[in-house]
């Protein structure tokens, strides 16, 4: 795999960065479901050209020298539905000073190496710079191996744990601060 570079996503990464998801989402999410994966189909409008949006990307380089889209990660604003979520959960994160992470999605051969810790950060440190955020929210399937794992071991505070709902979800606040604290300067800057 050799060295990987986290970015910004840009218009030359979206087709990588979606069969990177794509290929997630039939690993570990059973498949595509056009009610929560539609951003998948728009990419670049939902990402690249939407106002405070953005998607980033972990590249790394295949064999052949060519560049591969190992892992993804995207912040957008944050807009819950109510149902499935409860009315105080909306009516609490669905704010203009309020964002949405998602799609933090490594391929299975590039997982275990920090990936997704650099991803987040980078994206968490855009949303709240340039992206002019005050909260970033999450939320993840624990259904999904190693997903609970990984966001109780991150800077996060749950905010509600849904289960036994039909995706056993639980809701997180990243704590940002804490987090750009462990993970520095993004190479860029400094």
């Given at each position: 795999m050799g060295e990987v570079q986290i970015r910004p996503a840009t218009a030359a990464d979206l087709a990588g960065a979606a069969a990177c998801m794509r290929e997630v989402l039939e690993t570990d999410l059973g498949g595509y479901t056009e009610r929560w994966h539609q951003d998948l189909d728009e990419l670049e409008a939902t990402y690249l050209q939407a106002p405070r949006a953005a998607l980033f990307v972990?590249?790394?380089?295949?064999?052949?020298g060519e560049e591969v889209v190992l892992a993804t990660t995207a912040v957008r604003p944050c807009l819950l539905a109510s149902p499935p979520n409860p009315a105080w959960l909306a009516g609490r994160y669905n704010?203009?000073?309020?964002?949405?992470?998602?799609r933090v999605w490594v391929r299975p051969r590039a997982r275990r190496r920090g990936l997704a810790r650099r991803l987040v950060a980078e994206a968490a440190r855009w949303a709240t710079g340039a992206g002019g955020y005050g909260t970033v929210y999450l939320h993840t399937d624990t259904g999904v191996p190693g997903a609970e794992a990984f966001w109780r071991s991150m800077p996060t505070v749950e905010v509600?744990?849904?289960r036994p709902d039909p995706w056993n979800t639980v809701h997180f606040e990243l704590e940002v601060p804490k987090l750009l604290t462990l993970h520095g300067e993004p190479e860029a800057l400094r």
């Open positions: 972990a590249v790394g380089t295949s064999g052949d704010r203009p000073d309020v964002c949405q992470l998602v509600l744990d849904a």
